[in-house]
């Protein structure tokens, strides 16, 4: 089992920054893959950025050259560096993590971008 804590959500204005932390509650060295939805009113959640296996990434087109995703091994910890925020980003971003054959998921936090 694993267990997901979510920080570093906000208010933001057009063209800012956050960061989102996801700290996992095993060694991320023995999750499967971890990284970050989102999901915005009235739409499907969709991936941001995950680690699939090892230091291997996939990232949605809509924010490549944006957002980075990167982790900490020693603190079971990865995060989402957000750059150049557009409106459309405001969501409710998850962590993920897929452990043996299960999804895992945190409770969410809100990224709102706005003037």
């Known amino acids: 089992q694993v267990q997901l804590v979510e920080s570093g959500g906000g208010l933001v204005q057009p063209g800012g920054s956050l960061r989102l932390s996801c700290a996992a509650s095993r060694s991320i060295f023995t999750i499967n893959a971890m990284g970050w939805y989102r999901q915005a009113p009235g739409k499907q959640r969709e991936l941001v950025a995950v680690f699939t296996s090892g230091s291997t990434t996939s990232s949605a087109d809509s924010v490549k050259g944006r957002f980075a995703i990167s982790r900490d091994n020693a603190k079971n910890t990865v995060y989402l560096q957000m750059n150049s925020l557009k409106p459309e980003d405001t969501a409710v971003y998850y962590c993920?993590?897929?452990?043996?054959?299960?999804?895992?998921w945190g409770q969410g936090t809100q990224v709102t971008v706005s003037s």
């Open positions: 993920y993590a897929r452990f043996l054959d299960y999804n895992y």
